[in-house]
């Protein structure tokens, strides 16, 4: 998971790791400065990104 | 003599031919994203060889993976970058233990590259090698006109550039970032140091010399030109250190070490109170507090990484920017004037120090 400022660095690092494609969750940026009852909302609204990320990998990777 | 240029087979880099002039050259390296911006010494084979006979390991050796991107790091690809940015041969084994430095797991560098934080790497040589290559320790220390202070910086950064990755388009996230960025190593002033050097302070016998690798966020000048009696600039170092908006006072968990940088004459006067380096860090370390308050719902507020047992104290507890004074790094470097001044740390990162072999 990250932020909308690091979309690119997440890419090149999963390239650097040999995992280029490696799903990225992205959320809105910033989140230094956000509370943590909006934080536990962000996460709860991104479960299902998240699962389903999670998902599709390991669908990809039994397939591979 | 020059080695062999089969020394440089195996992990070798690529080998360019570029046609045209040293300018084509160079917009040929700065399109591509492998200059900092500045002019470079095109890496001509000859020239990285004459940088390899500096040192006593072979091209191919692998000095490890540098993150962000892992790049592989060999000595014949830092001695590329140390051509790229002007150094002599002589100024290779520094380059390259500052190389190690950065390498080290706890300097965390992949952090440093793509924090929003804008830490730039520092490298503060002690021990005799600052005087037999002229590393410069003295007037105007952070400031231009010396080539060694100048190039190890620049090839350190330019090697972190080109095998980790730490380039605006790609991995660095800094939201200023600072000229620190370019270069930034100097040595400390030994001759006009009045306690035992750096590296001694820091664990190393006094023969050797050393680099010693920081994550520094900027630089904080404090002038102190009405106190003459090394307390009364302890006590304006102090209050330079305990200003708002400094990261660290919500990350003492993580081990950063602040740098601070005493000018000669506040060192002396400080020394001639009968300060002992220990004696500073520990008043440092006693001083530099905030009240736990004021820092509630500020800065990094909501990530502090700190001791539990804080969490339960009251607002007027002090809460200290480190958890122990050794955790300063304390050097004694500049000219002649009634300045000092100190470097924030970026946080997440532990001080890296390598013998320069």
């Not at chain 2, 600039?233 to 081990?255: E, K, P």
């Not at chain 2, 940088?261 to 008043?283: M, N, Q, T």
Request: glycine fraction near 10%; proline fraction near 7%; charge should be neutral.
């Amino acid at each position: 998971m990250i932020t909308q400022g690091f979309v690119t660095a997440a890419q090149q690092r999963a390239l650097a790791l040999g995992m280029p494609g490696h799903p990225v969750i992205v959320l809105e940026h910033p989140i230094a400065s956000k509370k943590r009852e909006h934080m536990l909302q962000l996460a709860r609204h991104s479960v299902e990104a998240v699962v389903s990320a999670l998902v599709s990998s390991l669908r990809e990777a039994h397939h591979a | 003599m020059p080695k062999p240029v089969q020394a440089l087979v195996g992990r070798g880099a690529s080998r360019l031919q570029v046609p045209g002039s040293v300018t084509d050259i160079n917009d040929y390296f700065y399109e591509r994203g492998w200059t900092d911006g500045l002019p470079i010494i095109p890496p001509a084979e000859e020239l990285v060889v004459e940088m390899l006979a500096a040192c006593a390991l072979p091209g191919a050796h692998v000095l490890g993976q540098l993150p962000p991107l892992n790049g592989t790091v060999t000595v014949e690809k830092v001695a590329i970058n140390a051509v790229m940015a002007g150094c002599k041969p002589a100024y290779f084994p520094v380059v390259l233990a500052g190389v190690r430095a950065v390498l080290q797991p706890q300097f965390n560098v992949g952090s440093i590259t793509t924090t929003t934080g804008g830490a730039a790497p520092g490298f503060i040589v002690s021990g005799s090698i600052a005087e037999t290559l002229g590393i410069h320790g003295g007037t105007a220390v952070f400031g231009s006109g010396h080539r060694p202070n100048a190039t190890i910086g620049r090839a350190i950064r330019l090697t972190m550039r080109n095998l980790g990755g730490a380039t605006a388009a790609t991995m660095e996230k800094s939201t200023h970032g600072w000229p620190g960025k370019y270069t930034l190593c100097f040595a400390e002033y030994q001759a006009r140091n009045p306690w035992e050097p750096l590296h001694v302070d820091l664990g190393y016998p006094a023969a050797v010399s050393t680099v010693t690798a920081v994550a520094a966020r900027g630089i904080h000048t404090v002038v102190e030109a009405t106190q003459e009696s090394g307390e009364g600039v302890l006590q304006t170092l102090v209050s330079s250190m305990t200003a708002g908006g400094i990261s660290g006072y919500a990350f003492q968990a993580r081990g950063a070490s602040p740098v601070v940088v005493l000018g000669p004459e506040h060192a002396a006067e400080i020394a001639a109170a009968g300060f002992s380096r220990k004696d500073v860090k520990a008043y440092l370390f006693q001083h530099v507090r905030l009240p736990l308050g004021q820092l509630k719902g500020r800065g990094h507020w909501g990530t502090r990484s700190w001791p539990e047992a804080w969490e339960k104290e009251r607002d007027d507890f002090l809460v200290p920017l480190v958890l122990s004074p050794d955790t300063f790094v304390l050097v004694v470097a500049g000219g002649d004037g009634r300045h000092s001044s100190w470097m924030p740390a970026w946080s997440a990162t532990e001080r890296a120090t390598e013998v320069i072999a």
